[in-house]
């Protein structure tokens, strides 16, 4: 009689591909792994420096305690099976650029990458880092013809961070007792929500005057552009692998958590046919509601210019993917 044990049919861990292995990829894959959230597959076309870097986080496994597996390739087909792929590849901006200076460079990297990842991984919820954000998520979801629910952008979490941690500083308070939320494009156009925005709830308007407030809005919407000023050689990395990663673990562990989004719309907030930040409930299932928050005129107007800008340049996109046909 054998008394060994028998061993499960299946105890794989869920799978994020990451797709772009520069300074976001890199800091989302060390994010996910070290967060202990999922294995992770870090790939890019530059030959050796995913597997480097995947060598490199490997190696810390036992100083971080976790025992994630990490995989860097050049291969799509190492990423079969993934149950989220995050599009990071494309070119950060340089100073002087905006978001959408981005527009001609990135529009092709990001479509090969969405159809190159879907293809090994056919019902993976896609997610979108690169710039400018929100027509990447719309040619995204184009590309994959994935339902809306399964294809997202990250901006509106890490713009609301950015909010909230200016609302800190100006205050004195603890980061994490701040809650900000901000919609919109990711981009100048983006939708602050100061009326929004509590501390420990109590809404900021109680504790900052409105000239502070608005001083605040405004750091926010510059936040990413003084980044790239002051660094000269790219933009953010830190912050936008941790919004990211926070996403990511949302859905992996079916968390619920109502974060904003970029979502296609489809008559939610009257608009239709446009990838733009709103707030989103996020888990197993990807975009699993849309919550439509109720918003004066003077929100609604900012909310729709910048659904309008984001619209002008998706059909851009279009016009330089069709020529490159």
């Known amino acids: 009689m054998s008394n060994s044990l028998s061993s499960p049919t299946s105890c794989k861990s869920p799978r994020v591909t990451v797709v772009g ?16 959230i999922a294995d992770v597959v870090l790939l890019d076309i530059v030959e050796g420096m995913p597997q480097g870097l995947a060598l490199d986080l490997l190696e810390a496994r036992g100083l971080e305690l976790h025992n994630r597996q990490i995989i860097g390739t050049n291969n799509y087909a190492d990423t079969a099976n993934s149950a989220i792929v995050v599009i990071t ?11 959408d200076d981005l527009l001609q460079i990135n529009a092709k990297i990001v479509v090969d990458a969405a159809k190159n990842a879907i293809a090994h991984s056919p019902h993976a919820i896609f997610m979108v880092v690169t710039n400018p954000l929100d027509v990447m998520t719309y040619l995204t979801w184009q590309a994959t013809g994935l339902p809306r629910n399964l294809v997202m952008g990250m901006a509106g979490v890490l713009d609301s961070a950015r909010f909230e941690t200016f609302i800190a500083l100006e205050l004195g308070v603890l980061p994490a007792d701040v809650n900000a939320m901000v919609l919109g494009s990711h981009g100048d156009l983006m939708v602050p929500l100061a009326r929004y925005a509590t501390v420990n709830g109590i809404p900021i308007s109680e504790l900052l005057d409105a000239a502070t407030i608005e001083r605040l809005v405004a750091k926010t919407r510059n936040s990413g552009a003084e ?13 936008p692998a941790s919004a990211t990663s926070v996403m990511v673990e949302s859905i992996i562990l079916n968390q619920s958590r109502f974060l904003p989004v970029a979502a296609y719309l489809q008559g ?36 729709q210019t910048s659904a309008n800008s984001v619209r002008q340049n998706i059909q ?7 020529a490159t046909v």
């Open 227 to 239: 980044i790239v000023e002051l660094m000269h050689t790219g933009g953010a990395f830190f912050a």
């Open 21 to 36: 292995a520069g300074r976001v990829g890199s800091t989302l894959a060390q994010r996910i792994a070290e967060k202990n």
């Open 316 to 322: 851009q996109a279009q016009e330089i993917l069709s």
């Open 89 to 99: 590849a494309g070119f950060p901006r340089k100073p002087g650029m905006s978001r």
């Open 268 to 303: 939610e907030y009257g608009l239709n046919d446009v990838v733009i930040g709103v707030p989103c409930r996020l888990g197993c299932g990807g975009i699993e509601k849309i919550l439509e928050l109720t918003l004066n005129d003077q929100e609604k107007t900012a909310l």
